[in-house]
């Protein structure tokens, strides 16, 4: 006996080819493909297909009529007619999908992948939550009740915020925050020191929360005033400026302007918490508090560094009104910056907008970035200076521009000059671009010698410098150095020695003047003496 085995491959595709031979597949097809381009799901059951969804065979097939033929279209009468639409059934809602039989709709409910939070704005919460220290409050408590009226003094204030576990040198702005009077409650400064236990999980987002009085999620430029006033005013290394408060609102400007330089990298002079947690100024802050003098803090707060920029600014602003012209600007380090560079500093690349003139702040950031091209901000700053058309590449033909002037500077002070062609190529060898003819941002942020690529083009004495130096002559077991802190150490001795000078002048001055009067005054003795014997 043989058995029949059917072929299934065949018959799959005669039940195709039957489907596709139905009225409407390729249309409903068609739109399926421009609900997919669309990205749009289509239906699962068309309705079009759904009277022909069936792949068995029709029962009776009928052959065609000719070509020609009269069709006959009986007219119905006007009772049936009405009849037929009252009894029609309404059309089902797009969204009710149509199933034909032997199909399932079994919707498969997955289920859901719970993310943990990864983003924590005012920093990541403690878990568990930490227990409020019942002995941190009974002292904060009993430093309240030792003041007259419970009422806590802001020259006292310091004791409360070091018994709440915060730096010294936010009791100022913390004070400011809990009250606008001069003397503070318990029940003031607990409200707000519980809102920041509650709200805030890390020292940055306390730090902007009472530096900003709850306000905003970010830090200004003024919102540092009072914090550094209360470092003049209370820190010992700082004890020399009070009987000269004409240096307060410059030091405090200077130690703001530093401050914005090297945490607020989005340049938008807003400092954001994140910024703040990437920076070292809280840990610098809190150093202020055990270290009696101020110039070892070479960060920020040293007065040695803010002297060096006054005097630096001092001199070339010569009518003393704190703002600087681009002729001022020009005569800074004897006339050794590239011209064509300090031209684009008032074109806008590195303030907000086109102006003829620089502020005291403006001077802060170009100083900084002139003596120190290896800081982060320092490499913006001066990438921005020589991006002419600003695409974020350096050119061939831009590092050509900016090397012109250096070119006439080398035919001034007689020194050999070195091709174009050649200074690219070391420019080229020190950046390693990814690509040859064009260097971006990340290169020069990724190379070893950011200074040296940039002084090739802005500063030819210092390039000069670095191609005479000797290459043996770092000592070894020297304290590492930025080349700030290179240049405000060598700048502060020299202004040191020259004030020194200038009083032994003075003083030689003043003694030439007592002899001449001693002996005007003699002569007149011993004339009036001569007279009176002579009589």
Known sequence: MVTIIPDVKVKVNELIIQWLSQDNVFEQLNDDLVCILKGKVPDVVPSKLVASRSLSPPHHKHPASPRGSPRITPTPQRGSLQRSRSNRTPSPAPENKKCSPGISTKVVKRPQEIIPQFYFPMGKPLTPPQKPDSSQMTKI?????????????????????????LPLYWKCPLFEACTSSETCSLQQFLQVFEDLESTCHDEAAKFVRVMSKGTRSHLLWDDFNNLLQDVIDTHPGMSFLDDAPEFHARYIETVTGRIMYTINRSWSSRISMAELRDSNFLKVLASLEEEPDINQVSDYFSYEHFYVIYCKFWEIDTDHDL??????????????????????????????????????????????????????????????????????YLSLYELEYFYQAQLEKMRLLGVEECSVLDCICQALDIACPKEHTKISLSDIKKCKQPSLFFNI?????????????????????????????????REYEDLIADEELNKQYEYEDDFEDEDEEIELGGGNVAKSAVETYAK
């Open 323 to 392: 703002i600087v012209s681009l002729e001022d600007i020009s005569r800074h380090a004897d006339s050794t910056v590239n011209p064509f560079a300090l031209e684009r500093l008032f074109q806008g690349t590195v303030t907000p907008k086109k102006t003829d003139t620089l502020t005291y702040f403006d001077f802060i950031r170009f100083l900084l970035a002139e003596e120190d091209k290896s800081h982060p901000t320092a490499i913006e700053y001066w990438f921005r200076v020589m991006d002419l058309d600003g695409d974020g």
């Open 457 to 489: 083009f802005l500063n030819i004495q210092k390039f000069l410098d670095h191609e005479l130096k000797d290459p043996l002559s770092n000592k070894e077991g020297e304290v590492p150095m930025t080349d700030w802190e290179k240049y405000a150490a």
């Open 141 to 165: 408590t009993a430093l309240f009740k030792e003041c007259s009226g419970g009422l806590m003094p802001r020259r006292d204030f310091g004791s409360v915020t070091k018994a709440a576990g």
